[in-house]
Every structure is written in structure tokens, then in C-alpha cells.
């Protein structure tokens, strides 16, 4: 087949195996046979990988690797994996299987996308999976690459995030370059994250490469979702395609793993507790994984008129229900479900930073005696070294599984299990949670009132002339990060998945840049409208990823909560000059050294111009605000990032 | 608890702040030692931090507060915070107006 055509032929066959059956690329008589036989388990290389193995190299097309290069077979294994896109940045470790998918696979599923930065190339697919519902493919030098990627798959890690990290590595001291290339190759680059990876693998050969490749994508994709890594030897890539072992090369089909749904018994015992509980009352983190979690959390909440907390890792639940309820809503329960939280222990305990000796000091948000039901998947993949397991709980009914999954057995199981006695005391159970509803939806307003036309601008009147300027939207906020006294999640009525995604996972600050270009990348592919509240020392973490949105016209409204500090630092070093009994050095700033972003101020605004970003500010201002963020909206509906430096309230 | 309770007693203690209270003394000192950090500069409060103002706590109540603090704010001695500040801090607060009721402002009554 001549590479154009094959090439074609790629798309369509890419395009058609994006989640389920994988259709192999068959020749037109063999289509016909195949549409009613089950499909095969494994696929055939394309013709190009196929000719290799077939003829002698003087056949080919003539090259100096006297063959088809390695690589080329692996970019045909991504390509049957439906990945669209590959964020990275450039480095020689990996420069034949890059060489492979510009040239090669045409730049197409994926398409390479110019990072400054790794650890933006990995946070933009961390976004882009929060939209997408689908994995992206980073590559990375496999040493000093990683290295700074390393953050980034740890933020994945704790959030629950696929991603599929690949690391060049020129494992063959013998034939390696010397010098910088030795300096940037290791025995086992997977060490670096394997305490915060699902799962990692050195392939050594092709055939080993097209089943790790998969595996990784399976591996990945199976809840609890994570980042996986990949460490692909510089020999491998660049050395021509030849059998293995006399057998042709060959792609594993992916089939997706179904995820684990909670056991029958464990699964009947928490709808009886929470079918006769007198306050049953729901929290939810990371619990809709898509879409449907969201309606299956509602069916159930309504089920019972159990009011629900929705942490916020997600949208798990809509903020404009009744039955949607603050944090605070834990202390008069009686049964408690935690769905997906990553901190159990958190919502029925608190820690006061002030104890006795500088020691904090717990206390129970809860009566004694409530019970408590979990149903996390991250039981399942629970590691030694980093904490992100958090303190252990005492939990009455416990399952190791995943909630989404589980929820359609126990929604049946809850209303199998109410008494018909408790039906009259289930709805006026409703009608005080409506109450309690209305009330907090006015209290909320009337806090946001507070400061309204303060200079700098308060964060609540950011939050709302943000909402008014694109609430005839289909709108997204692809992140939100620094502190904004959670104004979004408050005021913004946040009822589909898409309208909030939640944070970074392990709190590594940097997250939220990379991560709203990610989501925003996502967005613009289904026509969406993306919101990014961006804060001033998240931004400078990595700003380079401005340019990498402007490069590859990724829009989005970036509104800076500009408070010019680092604010959550800024407590903890004068709460210890608090213990010691001194006063904090401020150094001339407005908080102690080391804490603050000011004199010289950063101009934001300038510095996204210069990367290819429309920009307005410093707004210190409320009433400049609206006509800015207006003016803003129109640029990126027509397919321009914009961003509004706004000097804000602390928090 | 112990310390709540010596908070309490406190309260018949301590002074009423000195008449000359002086309000932008007070939001110099609320810059100057950190309060609006979490705040905010008009006492409006956050996630970080509890509403301090229109209507702040009586004196009295503030005073012993800020003083022997068990809660998430750290409590700050007279070497790092004056009484003179404090008293200035509590009358710049006093003088912030109340907010508007929400309904009369668009944004947050749609």
C-alpha cells in the first residue's frame, strides 16, 4: 500500500477503535469475513511493519538504518490506542520515536503539542482527562526529564489521573553517546516515580514494546485510574523492525477492563444502615468518573433525601440540588458514606494548628456512635512511601471498590431496604434539607456581599463578574488554582461534570496553568467555553505553557487572582513567629520574607502578550472589571487565549 | 478548654479599649501585623479566616481572643501586637460599613 494511502487508511482505522473493539486493519476480503467472527485478540503490524519483516532491506526504501526503524512499528501500536494528543517536551533520548510520529504517522493521533516544560506536558494531559475521559501519551528525557515531570504524575497519582508517561533512556553504555547523553541515561528511570505509578515496564524488544504499550493503556484506564510509565531504550527506537524470534510482529488488542463494583454483602448491609438511619448523610471526592456518576449520585441522594457534601474533586453532585449541603452537614448525621475520599478521616475529624507545645491538636466533627460506609478504589492500589493514603479510619462497612461502579447495585439495594415506615419520615426529610438549602444559598450571597467594592477586588466579586460575562455559555472552568474561599463552587451554579474539575490531587503548586490549557485543549474539540481562575505564583511556576497554548491555539478566559503572594505559606511562618513570641520580618513587603510577590509586581498581562496571549490589566478596580472580562470573551470565542490580570483580596 | 475558660475570666479583666482609638492607625496596624492576610482588608473573611467586620466582637471578647487564641488562628502576644495596635486594629473595624444587602446587587441576586 503506498504510504499515503496507508496512512489514510490509519485514520479511519484509529478513528473506529477509540474505546471498545479494536477493528485490525484487515485487507477488504478479510473485512467481510471478520464482521461476523469475533474479533481477534491481537493485531497484525501495518503493511509498513509487515513489508519490513517480509523483505530484504534492499527491497525498502533505501535508509541509512538499512530497514524500517523500530520506532515506526511503535507509532502503528499508539496509533491502534486512539490517543490523540502528545504534550512534550524535545529531547534526543527519544528523538526516534518523535522522528517516527511527525514524519512517519503524519502528526496525527497523536499530534505532538510544543511543551516548555515536562511538567506542563503532564499536567495538560491531567486536564485534558478530566474533559476527555481519555488518556494522552507524554515523552520525556528519562532522566532530567522526568525529573521535572516528576511533580506532575505525582499530582496524577493523588487525583486519580491516567496519563502515560514515556521516558527515553540510551540504556547501552557501549554504544551510547558519551558525555551528555550518558549524563541523561540510568539502569531503571521508572525508579523515580514508581512509588507514585500503577505500574512500569523497560521493554526490550518490539513485541515487548506493542504489549507494554497496551498494558499501560489497560493498566491506566482500569479504576482506580493512574499515571503509568514506559522507559523506551534510544537502541530500540532507532534499530530497523526485524521478527521476533521468527514470529511477525503483532499488536495486542485493547479491551477495557470493567472496573470493581463493591461486594453483595457488603453492598446490602450499607443500604440497610443507610435505608433506617434517621440523617444518612453522603460525601463524595473523586466519585463520578464521568458523567453518569453524577446522575447515579442524584438517584440515590434522592432515594434516601440524604443531603451530600461534594468535596469537589469532581463534580460529583450539582451544587443547585436541594440536597446539596457544606461540609458541616457531617455533624448531625448518623450514617455517613464516603465516596471516593481521599481523606476519610478528615471529614469526621479536625486538626487545629494551635495545640499545646506546637503539636496540633484533633477533635470529632461527628456524635459518637455514627457509623460509616466507604467505597473507595484506591484501597486497591494503596502504596508504602508516599502518605497520600492519609490518617486511618475506623470504618463500619468498608469496600475496596469503585463507587461509580457500585452505585447502580446499592441504589436498588437502598430502596429494597426502606421500610415502608420510614417513607413519611424520608420526605420530610427532604423538606428540611430544602430549608436548610435556601437558607445557605442566602447566607452564601450575603458573605460575597461582604468587601464587594473593595480594592483589590474581592475574590467573590472576581468569582461574579467572571460568571456574568460568560453565563450564556456552555461553559467550563478548567481550573481554579490558588485560594478563592471557594466562591466558584459556592455561587457558580455548577450542575454538569464539565463545569468543575476539581484540583491538582497532591496540592504540588504549578498544577493549575498547565492543567486549564490541558482541559481547555479538550473543550475547544467539543466546542466548549473555558474559564480558568489563575493564580499569580501557580502561574510562575512554569509559564512557558502560555506559549504552548497560543502556539497551538488552545483558547481559554485566564482571569488572574492576583494577590501577590504565596498565601498559604504566608500563615504558617507567622503562626511559628506567633509560638516563639516574635514578630514576623516582613522585609518591607506586606507579609513575612519570603512569602510575598511584589516589589517589582509581575505584569501578568505583559507577560502572556508576549507569548502570543491577548491581555488587559493591572484591574485594581471592581467597576473595570466587567467591561475587561466582556471584551475578553469575545477574543477567545474567536479562538484567542485571554488573559485579565486582577489585583484580588488575598483569598 | 482550660484555655477557654481563662479566656472567659479574662474578659472582666481587661479595659475597655483607651478613647483614642484610632481607626486608621488600626487598618495600618491590620496591614502592618498580617490580619488581612486572612482577613481580608476589609475584615470581609474567607476560607482562611472568620468575618471580622461590619459589627466586630466587642472589645472585650476580641481582646482576649487574639490574646489566647486555641483555634486555627494563633494567638499573638503583646511583644509581637501592642494593646495601642490592638485597640487601633478593633476601631478600624468598627468603622468598616456594613455591605449592602445581596438582593439590591445584581450579580449575586440572579
Redesign the interface.
Known sequence: MARKDRRRFLTGFVAASAATAITPPLARGQEEVAQNTRPPSALPPGAHTAAAETQTPGELAPNRIGGVPGSDFMVDVIKTLGIKYCPANCASSYRGIHESLINYGGNKMPEFLTCMHEESAVAMGHGYFKISGKPLMTLCHGTVGLQHASMAIYNAWCDRVPMIVVGGNDLDAATRPPSVPTFHAAQDINALVRDFTKWDDTPVSLQHFAQSMVRAYKIAMTPPYGPVMISLDAGLQQEPVKTHGGDKLYIPRYVPTAPPAGDGGAVKEAAKLLAEAQNPVIVADRMARTPNGLKLLVQLAEALQARVVDQGSRTNFPRTHYLSAPPSAVSGADVIMGLELADFWNVVNSW????EHGVG?NSSRIKQGTKLISINASDLITKSNYQDFQRFQVIDVQMAADAEATLPALIEAVKSAIPAAKRSAITQRGEAAKKAHADDH?RT????????D?S?I??A?LC??T??AVKGLDWSIVSQSG?V??WLTR?WPIEQHHHWLGRSGGYGVGYGAPASVGAALANRDLGRFSVNIQADGDLMYAPGVLWTAAKHKIPQLAVMHNNR?Y?QE??HV??L???R????N?GGD???VGTRIENPDIEYHKLAESMGWWARGPIKEASQLASALREAVKVVQSGTPALVNVWT??? | MRLRLIAFTLIGLVAAPALAADAAKGKSAF??N?C???H???G?????GK?LAPKPMPFEAFNVFVRN?????????K??LSDADLADIHAYLQSIPA????KS?P????
Open positions: 487545629t494548628d494551635n495545640g491538636r442566602a450571597r450575603q458573605a460575597a456581599a461582604l468587601a464587594w473593595a483589590p474581592s475574590t466579586r461574579m463578574e460568571y456574568n485560594n474561599s471557594n455561587l503572594g498565601h504566608v500563615m507567622q503562626r513567629a506567633n509560638f513570641s516574635r514578630a514576623s516582613y506586606l507579609g513575612p483580596q488575598p483569598r | 496591614m502592618k498580617g488581612w492576610q486572612c481580608g482588608e476589609l470581609q473573611g474567607g476560607a482562611a468575618t487564641s486555641n483555634g486555627q488562628m494563633p494567638p499573638y502576644p511583644e509581637i455591605a449592602k444587602d445581596y446587587i450579580l449575586l441576586s440572579q
